[in-house]
């Protein structure tokens, strides 16, 4: 039955409780947003810039304009740079739930085009946002009726998320003391982790710090977090916080954490960082780094870096909608959460 396309009847049958429970999950969080007071805001997906992030791939778009003349855009791999702008409009609860595109993913959990949940609190902590994610995680178990699972790991999704630093993880999974591998000012000395590792990883000679921290989260954390109830991964270095402030005295590290349930990543949250020159600096240092690894770059959205400049503090996260399905359903894969999956 694989060989047939999507829609056939056939594999639709199959598909279609997965996608009913879809439809019912998102009611059920539109509601409660709703409930809390949030706004649904619906962002343009074309943008000037898909965002800065060195390893995210946009994807490019020619606009053509009534003059006859075109203009580069992308479609936006977040909503992130038009929520604060609404922010820094005097918005104070938004959420969205929209697609969003990225190139070069593809894969059990990854999809070129899927789904992102994105909500912002002004004026609250970064903390709020974990009790957010335990109310959507109790809707998904709710909907699912059951635990969240995936591939023979499971995580009830009653019982509140467990908050563990990235530090903490790294010491009891991997064995290394992250905080001696940062300076001050949270940025990475690649001799000192590439000296850390455990055996089974290796370092090549062109790893950055950034590498080796990605190959031990990836291979020895990640598989760990999320197992029986969900785990929040606070407090990320600094250096790997692109768009979170840094934390109150504690410069090397930054208001960023993760949310984890049966071993897969679903959000990703900041205290935003809404100092614009900072921003910039950070942006073009990720540019630079982007350039050397891929040969390009994106342009900077300079309307963003100036909404910055009046955007009140706030706190912010992103969730992969269609992966909350995957585990509440326990579906094999996000194609068979999607409506229409991207052609192959």
Known sequence: MTDRPWWHPARHEARAPLLRARSALMGRIRGWFAGE????????????????EVHLHGLAAELALPDGRSRAMYLHTSPEFAMKKLIAAGEERLVSMGHVWRGGE???LHHPEFTMLEWYRAGA?????WQDCAALLRLAGEVGGGPLRWRGAECDPALPPERVTVAEAFAAHAGIDLDATLDAEGLGNRAALAAELPKDIRA???DSWADLFAKVLTAKVEPRLGLGRATILDRYPACEA???RRAPGDPAHAERFELYACGVELANGFGELTDAAEQRSRFTADMEERRRRYGSAFPLDEDFLSALEIMPPASGIALGFDRLVVLATGAPNIESVLWAPVPG
Do not use: C, I, K, V
């Not at 619906?42 to 898909?50: C, G, H, I, K, V």
């Not at 902590?125 to 946002?129: F, G, H, I, S």
């Open 37 to 52: 007071g949030f706004l649904e805001a619906d962002p343009a997906a074309l943008q000037a810039s898909p965002g800065n």
């Open 106 to 108: 593809r894969g059990p």
């Open 125 to 129: 902590p970064y903390e709020a946002l």
């Open 204 to 206: 090549a000679e062109d």
């Open 242 to 244: 692109a768009l979170a």
